[in-house]
């Protein structure tokens, strides 16, 4: 059974950091895309970061500059280091094993003074 754990989220001030975990267990993600999205009340599930098995990445212009993702294929996880976050990026943070139906529960991140 496929399984991707999110950790990491919680309350932050504008400007401020985290660093979001993805903990996969069932397979190995060495060949996979993987990807971060995010979901804002009232709003659909966007990218916001998409890493490919060789390591070349993307971000959309929302986050590009603020965001990084990196895998770990070793430890089977993938990471989202966000910097200078903003009230607007106050969503559900979700990990995806891209192309697959392989979701994390998701895992909030609220960025507020």
């Known amino acids: 059974q496929v399984q991707l754990v999110e950790s990491g989220g919680g309350l932050v001030q504008p400007g401020g950091s985290l660093r979001l975990s993805c903990a996969v267990s069932?397979?190995?993600?060495?060949?996979?895309?993987m990807g971060w999205y995010r979901q804002a009340p009232g709003k659909q599930r966007e990218l916001v970061a998409q890493?490919?098995?060789?390591?070349?990445?993307y971000y959309p212009s929302s986050v590009k500059g603020r965001f990084t993702i990196s895998r770990d294929n070793a430890k089977n996880t993938v990471a989202l280091q966000m910097n200078s976050l903003k009230p607007e990026d106050t969503a559900v943070y979700y990990c995806?094993?891209?192309?697959?139906?392989?979701w994390g529960q998701g895992i909030q991140v609220t960025v507020s003074s």
């Open positions: 995806y094993i891209i192309t697959t139906t392989y």
């Open positions: 069932g397979t190995m993600i060495r060949n996979y895309f």
């Open positions: 890493i490919t098995p060789g390591g070349d990445t």
